[in-house]
């Protein structure tokens, strides 16, 4: 009886490891480069962004000097334009820490001189749900919804198991 409780016991345990899995990830923007005006242009966020998986809950991590750099999150207008005129936030302090609290197109510019037109700017695809590891611009398919939803139910399947065992 006593193997049976900790059986039991154990795969609590492993459904909340699992569930930790999809905890949340803390992005640092450039990686290396840091959020700077970026040496060989525009192109070096959305590759970098390009290889990163963003879901609710993430941060992103702007380092910067401050007072060198700002981060704005901005419209898509304002992002294409490069227009600091009213941002959607303003953070002047780096290391800026910024919470993706919704799903969706995010974009993000340094509102400093003409850092943002010299390729200081991020836009980014935020998923709802842990999306497939190809897919990091694409939103969250149906396909992978039912894949989270069919390891809930395996796992309250083998609850049941344990329970019954137990009983
Ligand atoms: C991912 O990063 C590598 C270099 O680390 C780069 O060559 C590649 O283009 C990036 N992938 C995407 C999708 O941008
Ligand atoms: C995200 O939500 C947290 C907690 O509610 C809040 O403190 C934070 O300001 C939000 N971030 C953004 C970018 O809206
Ligand atoms: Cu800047």
Wanted: hydrophobic share 40%; charged share 5%; proline share 6%.
């Amino acid at each position: 009886m006593v193997s049976k409780m900790n059986m039991l016991v154990s795969m609590v345990f492993l459904g909340a490891a699992i569930r930790g899995c999809s905890a949340q990830t803390s992005h640092v923007v450039g990686d290396s480069l840091g959020w700077v005006v970026p040496p060989g242009g525009p192109i070096a966020y959305s590759t970098w962004a390009g290889n990163q998986t963003f879901v609710v809950g993430d941060t992103l991590v702007f380092t910067f000097t401050t007072g060198a750099h700002d981060v704005a999150e901005v419209t898509k207008a304002a992002y294409d334009g490069c227009s600091s005129t009213s941002p959607i936030s303003l953070q002047t302090t780096g290391p800026a820490s910024i919470r993706l609290n919704q799903s969706g197109e995010h974009f993000y510019i340094c509102t400093i001189g003409s850092h943002c037109s010299l390729g200081q700017k991020l836009a980014i695809n935020v998923a709802a749900t842990t999306p497939s590891p190809t897919g990091s611009t694409t939103p969250p398919t149906p396909g992978n919804s039912a894949a989270s939803l069919s390891v809930a139910g395996l796992f309250s399947g083998m609850l049941s198991v344990a329970v019954v065992l137990l009983y």
